[in-house]
């Protein structure tokens, strides 16, 4: 048996970079992985990659900085299993440039992906995950 066998992972940008690998290597030790993304292009490509794999994954299209969103997905991962035991917060984004020549809205950009979105993600989850330990 592998490790993860039986266990509902969530990561976050997990459709492309360090995320995808993430992804793979959960999938290998025999996690079902919910690959959250907001790119439903790249979202497409990296499930076809897995199940071309062998590997049990899926997908929600997720804008992590949005709070409708992050609940969504994990609306929909409850509902399809009943549990979550794995989260990785792992989307992240930066706009690289002097300080003096980054917008407001670009800022506000990274800040909801990196920031708000480990919170809203981690504020969903863990009542979930909190329930499995009791």
Do not use: C
């Amino acid at each position: 048996m592998k490790r993860l066998e039986g266990k509902i992972a969530i990561v976050t940008g997990g459709s492309r970079g360090i995320g995808r690998a993430i992804v793979r290597s959960l999938a290998l030790e025999g996690a079902t992985v919910v690959i959250a993304a907001r790119n439903p292009e790249d979202l497409v490509r990296a499930l076809a990659e897995s199940r071309g794999e062998g590997l049990h994954v899926e997908g929600v299209a997720t804008d992590i900085a949005v709070e409708k969103s992050v609940d969504r997905l994990v609306e929909q991962v409850v509902k399809d299993h009943g549990r979550i035991d794995i989260l990785v917060n792992n989307a992240g984004m930066g706009t690289f440039k002097p300080v003096a020549e980054l917008s407001v809205a670009e800022f506000d950009t990274m800040w909801g992906t990196n920031m708000r979105g480990v919170f809203l993600a981690t504020k969903a989850v863990l009542p979930h995950m909190m329930r499995l330990k009791g």
